[in-house]
């Protein structure tokens, strides 16, 4: 971020980054709390977690009323608009993480700890460490505003959906073998989807990220030239 001859106007800016990477910290260890509550069958864990939402939540509100603001004070243009829009749209996706943790925390308290088979459970502990790490590289890259790394996430979010598609055929076999496991199976089953849509947060962190940087946005850089022509030529006609 450049420095302004108005130095609240920089301790705004700043103040809003640092909100996000605490926002950011606060979904993370949602995340994987949630995770490992379901994975241990840890009730009270998993209680904390569907508790602590709403600090996430709290933090989101005074996000968006501290971006709105700074907005009608300063008319920010170029990149501290972006910088500004982009805290706007990143608060949003980490609101969601946190919401998707609360629901594979609910899941877990919905599960008898008797009914856990670990061998149902081993694709999904598989999951769940790649979105952890795709949710971790995303929040590095706006960190440090790498957008390589950016770039980096957005390319692996096809690995997270590959494992979840195996996962999700895995289970339903194991639904289809033994009617005993459905139960289970269909809130492991719900749990997965949670953990592949934080990936597609990563996703959208990273994009938000790229485009807060440079101007442009990701999927743009990504394509070919041929391609864009193509689109261009195509909206031209």
Not at 86 to 98: C, F, H, K, P, T
Not at 151 to 163: G, Q
Request: aromatic share 4%; hydrophobic share 40%; net charge negative.
């Amino acid at each position: 971020m450049t420095e302004h001859i108005v130095s609240s106007y920089d301790e705004e800016l700043q103040g809003l980054a640092g909100s996000i990477a605490e926002m950011g910290g606060m979904a993370e260890d949602l995340f994987d709390q949630a995770v490992q509550a379901l994975m241990r069958s840890d009730i009270e864990l998993a209680k904390k977690v569907i508790a602590a939402d709403r600090e996430v939540n709290a933090l989101h509100h005074d996000i968006e009323e501290r971006a709105i603001l700074t907005i009608a004070r300063r008319q920010p243009m170029a990149q501290d608009l972006r910088e500004i829009i982009g805290a706007l749209r990143i608060s949003n996706d980490l609101e969601r993480v946190a919401d998707l943790a609360k629901n594979i925390s609910r899941r877990t308290l919905a599960l008898k700890s008797d009914q856990f088979s670990k061998k149902l459970l081993v694709g999904v502990e598989h999951l769940s460490q790649l979105g952890l790490r795709q949710l971790n590289d995303v929040l590095n890259s706006y960190g440090s505003r790498n957008v390589e790394l950016a770039k980096e996430v957005w390319d692996a979010d096809d690995e997270i959906d590959s494992v979840y598609t195996s996962l999700f055929r895995e289970l339903l076999t194991y639904m289809m073998e033994d009617p005993r496991n459905i139960t289970m199976c269909t809130h492991l089953l719900f749990s997965a989807k949670n953990i592949e849509r934080i990936g597609d947060h990563a996703t959208n962190i990273a994009e938000t990220v790229h485009y807060m940087v440079t101007g442009n946005p990701l999927e743009d850089f990504l394509r070919q030239p041929a391609e864009i022509d193509k689109d261009n030529k195509a909206e031209q006609d």
